[in-house]
């Protein structure tokens, strides 16, 4: 397995979550590692990137709630979930780029925010 999220749960609206994805050194040097989500019926959508630099980017619908981070030395990237609301319901998906461009997904692990 060359990327393993991990992290997913029941939480109550206002709560908090991590989750990590662990990437295998199989990959080679990661350009970006991202966390995509996707909501039954909707549309897979890009909650936070970070860059081999450290550069973040957060969807807006997450800013000031969602934090990635990454921690070379455990070969981990993390999204710590702030302030969980019930849209933020979905399957949550690691996702890596390395430098020959070619795209890594993980498996989901879902997160579900109760009202």
């Known amino acids: 397995v060359q990327l393993q999220a991990s992290g997913g749960g029941l939480v109550q609206a206002g709560g908090s979550l991590r989750l990590s994805c662990t990437y295998s050194?199989?990959?080679?040097?990661?350009?970006?590692m991202s966390w995509y989500r996707q909501a039954p019926g909707k549309q897979r959508e890009l909650v936070a990137a970070?860059?081999?630099?450290?550069?973040?980017y957060s969807a807006d619908s997450v800013k000031g709630r969602f934090i990635i981070s990454r921690d070379n030395a455990k070969s981990t990237v993390y999204l710590n979930m702030n302030s969980l609301k019930p849209e933020d319901t979905a399957v949550y998906l690691c996702y890596a780029r390395n430098w020959r461009q070619r795209d890594y997904w993980g498996q989901g692990t879902l997160v579900t925010v109760s009202s």
């Open positions: 050194v199989s990959i080679g040097d990661i350009v970006t």
């Open positions: 970070i860059s081999s630099s450290g550069t973040t």
